[in-house]
């Protein structure tokens, strides 16, 4: 063999070599990241590296759900619905008459402690499921008789950090809410695992870029309820949430100002509360972040959003963070 052949055969050689281990490099990446990104065991979804899917179940029978564990008993919720309609908090309920056609939808979920006594024309009266912050419980206790009382068939899932729901004695939300469940022992009450807060975190932190501590931000109630719903919700419409451009499209001197709570009549403006938060230093919600990532989801799982309709702004949606 000549001299030139050689070279030609370790060039091809070499060539081949760095082929494969590209190949394999890139192959183990892809797998790695996965492996690091996958859910906790028993999570229903598949996180890849820029997006969350999460997929409602199949069937029709309600499944274990182990991201969310009874008070009492420790058992993972149990729960499916077909058709799941979300009710904001937000005062863009007030004056709809949505009332009539929430009631007559399967599923109703509420957040925190919106009423619906005094409002049932624009919000309805029936609550299924009802997702409430560690913040609201004292709010839900003022009332307790009639969120826990014999008559209220809602499950209740309470969501909050580790500091306050741990189980050790040492946590002031879970402790509250085992006195609730003693007092009232048919409530159907849940609380969200360490596991499920840190997996809605790494959601955050793949949808946004952002760190969700880093960046000083808190998580909405209407982020866990939503994570939830489309775990156990193929449809689910939601009521009363505008966009992510809605604020900006519409600048206070050419809108009504909407109060932030329907409930609240005197609250402050919901785009300007939106706007304190968005800019927060720390502690604040992400509303409009939230709501570009809603809008992404919106197009891969089955999302019907009114009153507003937002229709086309649903689209093409731009989540940012002002902090990093």
Known sequence: ?????KRKLILVL???????????????AQDFSLLL??????????????????????SQQPRDLPGYISIVTQQPLRLHCELCSIVSSSGQMLGRNAGVEIDQLPCVWRMNNAPTLGF??????????????????PLLQRRQQHYFGEANETVYVIWG???????????????????????????????????????????FKLETGKDRILSGTYLSTGWFTL????????KIHIFGMINNTYCSLHRSGSRKKIPYHYYEPASRDECAEYAIHENAFYGGHRFITEKAVFAKWARRHDITFSHPHSG???????????KD
């Open 1 to 5: 063999m000549s001299c030139i052949a």
């Open 14 to 28: 070499i060539l081949t070599l760095v082929v494969s281990l590209f190949i394999a490099v890139v192959q183990y």
């Open 37 to 58: 990104l996958q859910p906790y065991p028993g999570q229903d979804g598949i996180v890849g590296t820029a997006s969350v899917y999460i997929h409602a179940n199949g």
């Open 120 to 137: 049932e024309r624009d919000v309805g009266t029936r609550t299924s499921v009802r997702v409430v912050s560690h913040t609201s419980v």
């Open 161 to 203: 950090p580790l500091r306050t729901m741990r189980q050790d004695g040492k946590g002031a939300t879970y402790n509250e809410l085992r006195k609730l469940a003693r007092k009232y022992p048919q409530a159907k009450i849940y609380i969200t695992t360490e596991e499920q807060m840190n997996y809605c975190d790494r959601i």
């Open 227 to 234: 994570v939830l719903a489309m775990e156990v919700c193929p």
């Open 312 to 322: 086309s702004l649903y689209t093409n949606p731009q989540p940012h963070l002002n």
